[in-house]
Each structure stands twice: as C-alpha cells, then as structure tokens.
C-alpha cells in the first residue's frame, strides 16, 4: 500500500497491522465506523491521496469508500495528519485552526481520537 511519497501512508500501512491485533480489534468493536481520509502533500484539496479505515470491518485501504457513505471525511495535509495520528496535535484543535476540514456526521468526526492510532512507540 505505501507507494507512496507521504508520511502518513507508513502510518496507514501501520494502522493496517494495528488492527489484526487484539488492540486493534477492541478499537473495531468500540468505533464501528467508517472514515475516509485525504491526505495532500501540501494543500487541502490538491493531488490528495485517499484511505479508508473501516472500523467496523476492521481494515484500511487505499481509495475512496465504495460501500456507500463513510460516517466522516476528514481532509488534510500530510504533516498535520501526522501530528493529529501520532497524538502530537489535539483533532480538534486542528478543526478549529482550519488544519482538518470535516464532512459527515460530527458525533462520528468526534470518535475519531488519536487512541484509535498505534501508539507512537510503535512508529
């Protein structure tokens, strides 16, 4: 999965084998959501690379959601996708600073918390 030259396609490759642990199953179980997220290199909305993480199958892919709607689309740039993933920036304050755009329903955009993330020792 991680043809790629962003940061955050590791990070997605690492979720990945996240969640075939027990871990990773617990955070299935306690989300059952589905997220799509764009990820740019630079700017929001510009040659943005896309991942599902389906939380209630508990897998991650490449592309865009085919299963209808997901429950949220976050939008971001690779370095703050980086910071909100690996728990250096609060998702919400990246909201609020314009750093995350949101689509879908906000009490699912709401659930989605760096604890859903491999803990950075991992990384």
Partial sequence: MASSDLKSAALMDQMKAHLSTDAGKAVTKKIGLVYQINIAPKKLGFNEECYVVDLKKGEVTKGTYEGGKPDATFSFT?????KVATG????????MRGAMKVKGSLSA???F??????KPSKM
């Fill in 109 to 111: 955009a709401q659930k």
């Fill in 113 to 118: 918390t760096p604890d859903i993330f491999p």
């Fill in 78 to 82: 690779d370095e703050d996708f980086f």
């Fill in 88 to 95: 250096k920036m609060n998702p919400q304050m990246a909201f």
